[in-house]
């Protein structure tokens, strides 16, 4: 037989010795996908071509009375002589009664699988925390989501207020370890640490992570990485940081005169507003202090209040702190806001008066007396009047504790505004107060900034 032209399209009807000269010349015809060329050597070694021109060495059998095909890799990557070696490895698996294809895809899985692991074994606790609170923060409400970025925040960052940086959160040394190295003994011996320094807001920061490690204990691509269903909950941890102490800090009734006297003589009006707001609403320190201007409905006289729990929560706008708010100049969008001139650097509420609320309690006499001592003082304080413990749960933005407070009670703005203002009036009363409940509130005041 004559030896075929080198310029010549080769045979596809029949089997030949492949070469690189015979791959060369193989083409693809016009009415035509693809063809395969099949090779003598090693009987399931195909080179394909298509319409497009692009060659790759294929392995080709039957399996179960199928055809089976599996692409071995471009002719230009692959030399003959190792296509024929894998298209042999090939055939000797088909020959066992194993499809090559699903070894191939269980050989992908298992890597991917390995990936995976790989990837999870160097992922932090501060990777996860941020998925976490992402995760959680449309189910939370504002003041629980900054609670959370607080306790986890590095600190090192200049104050808004005054001179020095803000300390790291009781989280932010976790925050870099690897989630699968957060452990029983690693959690333990924050604990101790954190204990030993700040209890109170190790405490809160414990709880949270433990509800953020049950959250990673319910993610199937966070739970391969965790040691043990919950590895914050130890006995050793928890004794570390000890049991919160009962709060009892408090105005009594005859402290009301004493007190409110030592406000109104406080050099500055709105600190002197903001602790009396407290006291007259029972409101959380951190949601007066965020009241804005558009939180005022004096129409319907109606006080809107950003509830940590419920996200939002209207209260009646009573007759005194209507008048002590609508006296406050109007600096910017907070009601309680700061004095730029008088060196904060940026418009914002005021700072929490610590210290004004401690030399007003050494006035009056009183050992302690905290911003959430006002708050506590509210509710103690509502205990001399006939006002139902539902009534005051809402005011304050408790959540209803019995099935009838849940499900069957619904009280009206109005309705509450009946309680509110008894509960404001006898206050005032006590403190020796005398205020017109029904003169019209001040007129707002713009001050430049």
């Not at 640490?193 to 949270?208: H, Q």
């Not at 004004?356 to 506590?376: D, K, M, N, Y």
Request: aromatic share 6%; proline share 6%; glycine share 6%.
């Amino acid at each position: 037989m004559a030896r075929p032209s080198k310029d010549k399209a080769p045979d596809l009807s029949v089997a030949q010795e492949l070469t690189a000269g015979l791959i060369e010349r193989l083409s693809c015809p016009a009415d035509k996908q693809q063809v395969f060329l099949r090779d003598t050597k090693a009987p399931g070694l195909r080179v394909r071509v298509t319409a497009a021109g692009a060659k790759s060495f294929v392995f080709e059998a039957k399996l179960n009375r199928q055809t089976i095909r599996r692409t071995i890799g471009d002719v230009r990557a692959w030399t003959i002589e190792a296509a024929r070696v894998e298209a042999n490895r090939l055939r000797v698996t088909l020959d066992s009664g194993t499809d090559p294809r699903e070894v191939e895809r269980q050989q992908q899985a298992t890597k991917a699988t390995e990936q995976a692991t790989t990837a999870m074994q160097a992922v932090t606790v501060g990777e996860v925390w941020t998925a976490y609170t992402t995760a959680r923060k449309p189910h939370w409400g504002d003041r629980h989501y900054l609670d959370h970025l607080k306790l986890s925040d590095a600190g090192g960052q200049p104050f808004k207020r005054g001179k020095g940086t803000t300390q790291p959160g009781p989280l932010a040394a976790l925050m870099s370890l690897p989630l699968r190295d957060l452990t029983a003994p690693a959690i333990e011996a924050w604990a101790a640490k954190e204990g030993k320094t700040r209890p109170t807001s190790a405490r809160l920061a414990w709880r949270c992570l433990k509800a953020f490690l049950a959250w990673c204990a319910e993610q199937p691509e966070y739970a391969p990485a965790m040691t043990s269903v919950n590895p914050a909950k130890t006995k050793k941890a928890r004794e570390s940081l000890g049991k919160a102490g009962i709060k009892q800090d408090a105005l009594m009734r005859e402290q009301l005169p004493a007190w409110f006297d030592a406000v109104h003589k406080l050099g500055n009006p709105t600190i002197a507003a903001y602790l009396q707001v407290i006291l007259l609403t029972g409101a959380r320190p951190g949601e007066v202090l965020e009241m804005q201007w558009d939180d005022i409905n004096t129409q319907w006289r109606g006080l809107t209040i950003r509830d940590k729990v419920e996200g939002e929560r209207v209260i009646p706008l009573t007759p005194y702190v209507s008048q002590l708010i609508h006296a406050l100049p109007r600096r910017n969008q907070w009601v309680f806001a700061s004095n730029p001139r008088g060196g904060a650097k940026k418009a914002g509420p005021i700072a929490r008066p610590s210290t004004s609320l401690t030399s007003i309690a050494a006035v009056v006499g009183i050992e302690l007396l905290t911003l959430h001592g006002l708050r506590r003082s509210f509710k103690s304080l509502t205990e001399w009047l006939e006002i139902p413990a539902g009534v005051v749960a809402q005011l304050m933005g408790h959540k209803p504790s019995a099935t009838a407070e849940k499900h069957y009670t619904v009280r009206p703005l109005d309705l509450l505004r009946v309680h509110h203002e008894k509960i404001e009036a006898w206050i005032l009363e006590q403190a020796g107060i005398v205020f017109d409940a029904k003169a019209e509130p001040g007129k707002l005041r713009v001050v430049a900034g």
